[in-house]
């Protein structure tokens, strides 16, 4: 095992050797897979993330996570690369950041009283056998009924807007919840750590890591 140096966040052109690379810079992300790897860099997967025509949403997250994991590989082709993609359906409409007030609270007015699956993907690159490994990790998020006085106050306390779905489900929007179904509550977050975990097994990359 090669030794691990500390996070960083680079640009992918500047070519130096990680062992661990995050396909993102997502602060949620980086905190989720610091469970797992103590040190590791973190480089933006910059693709083009639209969503094809008569897309199920289910394929876009697979497609979207691989191309990331891709597009740092073409970089980083000796490195260990997690990548992942969620996206948040309602049907087969798909919810993403709001980043306006006006659109959290649209979003949420929507989503009332309804189950919202989100689809949370998950790419491992092996550098050893250059090939690219995926897992997918759903959770259902059944929403209770609550006022716009309530939303309201909501997004003002916590300010969700680059989250799709507009709440943060680690924090106060807990509370606009009657039940959460997953395997993985790390999933809902940005990273199921468990199909991870599995993904590293299957490379035959044992946990934990050592120096």
Sequence with gaps: MPSL?????????????????????SPYRKQLLSKLIRSFACYPAEIDESRQADEPVIEMVERLSIK???AIAIHHPNSWIIASDQSAALGNEVL??????T????????????TLTYHTGICLYNPI???????EEPTQVVFRQL????????????????CAGSFKSEGLGIMLFSAIHSQD?????????????ELFEQAGL?????E
Aim: hydrophobic share 30%; net charge positive.
């Design 206 to 210: 044992s946990l934990p890591l050592t």
């Design 5 to 25: 140096f500390r996070q960083q966040t680079l640009t992918p052109m500047k070519q130096q050797s990680h062992p661990f690379i995050l396909a993102s810079q």
């Design 68 to 70: 990331k994991a891709q």
């Design 185 to 197: 509550p790390n999933a809902l977050i940005g990273l199921p750590l468990i199909k991870l975990c």
């Design 147 to 162: 006022t716009t006085e309530r939303l309201n106050d909501y997004l003002l306390a916590e300010q969700p807007y680059d």
């Design 103 to 114: 659109q959290a609270l649209a979003q949420l007015q929507k989503q009332q009283g309804k």
């Design 96 to 101: 993403g950041k709001p980043h306006t007030h």
């Design 129 to 135: 056998t250059k090939s690219y490994h995926y897992a």
